[in-house]
């Protein structure tokens, strides 16, 4: 069963910064698809960035510039630098992963909290 594992969620001022990782089990993951999502309560999940595994990222209009992502597959991580912190990327963020036989995986969720 695989599993993901996210971390370095927290409380940050605007402007500040942040590191979240997320750490999968198994083996492959060098193939498969990486994304970072996040959701607001009452609202959709939406995407904030992805890497495929060729290394292609993708980032939603409102984080490019500000956010990163990247893989690290010896360790099977994958991590999004947050820079430039507003209060409106204050949401819980999700980890999520598409083997290549397209089962997608979820984490559980990091909280990020960007205020004063």
């Known amino acids: 069963q695989v599993q993901l594992v996210e971390s370095g969620g927290g409380l940050v001022q605007p402007g500040g910064s942040l590191r979240l990782s997320c750490a999968a089990s198994g083996s492959s993951f060098s193939t498969y698809y990486m994304g970072w999502y996040r959701q607001a309560p009452g609202k959709e999940r939406e995407l904030v960035a992805f890497?495929?595994?060729?290394?292609?990222?993708n980032y939603a209009d409102s984080v490019k510039g500000r956010f990163t992502i990247s893989r690290d597959n010896a360790k099977n991580t994958v991590y999004l630098q947050m820079n430039s912190l507003r209060p409106d990327d204050t949401d819980v963020y999700y980890c999520k992963m598409i083997t290549t036989s397209h089962t997608t995986y979820w984490g559980q969720g990091t909280q990020v909290t960007v205020s004063s």
């Open positions: 890497i495929a595994s060729g290394g292609t990222t």
